[in-house]
């Protein structure tokens, strides 16, 4: 959620750089609040960019951040200028007022990305800005960059290529995406079944009369941009409900008039399901909330009941149900973070320890406690299992092992062996011996839940020296 001194922030770049009226501003006010869930459901660095009066730069007013995931720039970009020959996407969707997708860019960093930028309008329909989406490409063009040797084979290719088409036209068919080969005023001299196909659905042209034919006026999404160039674009086209991938390459012939190689490839299919992974992804995030928000407040109504008073020898079960359902809810606080359903025990373990030794039954008694916790991540129902096992044998160590001491240790270990993931905890305290015998309860969840729900071994041993040894083992599960 964008803060306050965020949104004060917002007016006073508008009201000192842009041209803006404060309607505007309050626009791009409103349109801020959305960036960090924008940021966290995307995995992106999110932006808005405002123009500069007097000045053919835009200005970045707001930015956020991907919370599960690093940032693509060192320091915070708010307040500082963009340039058009680095993100030449942006400019055009400003001017424009119409969408930039797919675009690839370069940041004042030096890293390369890909942008999806949207045009931010007001109440009378004029663009006021625009909201950027920014994801890392750096390895994808580092390895195109290793594979590209287009400019140096840009004419062999172009007459292998007419070569192919000439003695092997059976070639070109079988290929499952559109290929056009178009003369440098745009319009089409070939292209195979495929490409046919989409002629034929996008206009009354036939396989008999398409050659010839402007490609603007066949295929409405291109525009004189796309074979206008003298190197490769590649970009996202959206076009009634469907989606593509355009390529256009420039095949460079000495003392000869250029071509153009254009590729379409339909990616409809692949963006409905990546939307309906978003949307699955945000409904499993707001259940995990749901569930979140519904165990604190059974924890709320424990805490209420202990203060207003309790028997004293059921003050100690209170605390442990209350912590178990603390633990649970953690587990669904991580989970609604991340919108899978894995978690990161590093996270859980942390505050669960601390939690229990917060709430811990005797205040006399200072414990420090170590962690050594691998991150390693569980499925949903694996992590409640652990969850609740590492709180019995937490809470087993602080109600038995420290009576009658002002200090103690407990030591916390969760790491993978080959095949199997163990966790340890061992403390300092009185020993296992020592404990009473009547009260079982919480090892025997522990026993149930090592066995039955994760399909692993528990012991537990006094060491020789004092103290108590507590290790649960179990076969790592992968999600199917």
């Not at 500082?80 to 030449?88: F, M, N, Q, T, W």
């Not at 059976?170 to 290929?175: C, F, G, L, R, Y």
Request: glycine residues 4%; proline residues 2%.
């Amino acid at each position: 959620m964008i803060q306050t001194k965020e949104i004060e922030c917002i007016y006073r770049l508008c009201e000192e750089y842009t041209p803006l009226s404060m309607e505007d501003a309050q626009v791009i006010a409103d349109k801020s609040k959305s960036l960090q869930m924008i940021a966290d459901v995307s995995q992106a660095n999110v932006f808005i960019d405002c123009p500069v009066k007097g000045d053919n730069t835009l200005i970045v007013v707001a930015e956020a951040v991907p919370t599960t995931t690093h940032s693509l720039y060192k320091e915070n970009v708010v307040g500082k200028r963009v340039l058009e020959s680095y993100e030449p996407g942006v400019f055009r969707a400003y001017r424009t007022g119409k969408p930039a997708l797919m675009n690839r860019a370069l940041t004042q960093e030096g890293q390369h990305v890909k942008q999806n930028v949207i045009p931010l309008k007001n109440h009378d329909g004029h663009t006021i800005g625009v909201l950027i989406l920014e994801q890392d490409i750096t390895r994808q063009v580092k390895h195109e960059n290793e594979l590209a040797l287009l400019s140096e084979t840009a004419e062999e290719f172009s007459r292998t290529f007419w070569d192919l088409i000439m003695k092997e036209r059976s070639i070109p068919d079988v290929i499952e995406e559109a290929l056009l080969l178009l003369r440098e005023d745009g319009r089409i001299l070939y292209a195979n079944n495929f490409a046919i196909g989409l002629i034929e659905s996008h206009s009354e042209l036939t396989r008999e009369n398409y050659t010839g034919q402007s490609i603007e006026h066949v295929f409405p999404f291109i525009n004189e941009s796309d074979y206008l160039h003298n190197g490769v674009i590649q970009r996202e086209v959206h076009y009634k409900e469907m989606v593509y991938i355009l390529r256009s390459i420039c095949l460079e012939q000495k003392e000869k008039e250029r071509r153009l190689l254009l590729y379409l490839r339909d990616v409809t299919d692949l963006r409905n399901k990546e939307r309906q992974l978003m949307v699955k992804s945000a409904v499993i995030q707001e259940i995990h909330h749901r569930v979140k928000n519904n165990l604190q407040t059974v924890a709320g109504l424990l805490r209420l009941q202990m203060r207003r008073g309790v028997p004293d020898e059921a003050k100690v079960l209170y605390q442990e149900s209350l912590n178990r359902i603390i633990s649970i809810a953690t587990v669904h606080e991580v989970l609604s973070y991340s919108g899978i359903e894995e978690v990161d025990m590093n996270q859980v373990i942390e505050k669960i320890s601390k939690m229990l030794v917060y709430n811990m039954p005797s205040e006399e008694c200072s414990i420090d406690v170590n962690m050594e916790v691998e991150s390693i991540k569980l499925l949903s129902n694996q992590a409640v299992s652990l969850a609740l096992i590492l709180t019995e044998l937490v809470q087993n160590s602080l109600k038995h092992g420290f009576t009658e001491r002002s200090k103690g240790r407990i030591d916390v270990k969760f790491y993978a062996d080959g095949e199997r993931l163990h966790l340890h905890v061992e403390d300092d305290g009185t020993g296992f011996k020592a404990q009473s015998e009547t009260n079982q309860l919480g090892l025997e969840i522990v026993r149930n839940l090592t066995q039955f729900d994760l399909y692993g071994a528990f012991t537990i041993f006094q060491k020789d020296e004092g103290g108590t040894i507590a290790h649960v083992s179990f076969p790592i599960t992968k999600e199917d």
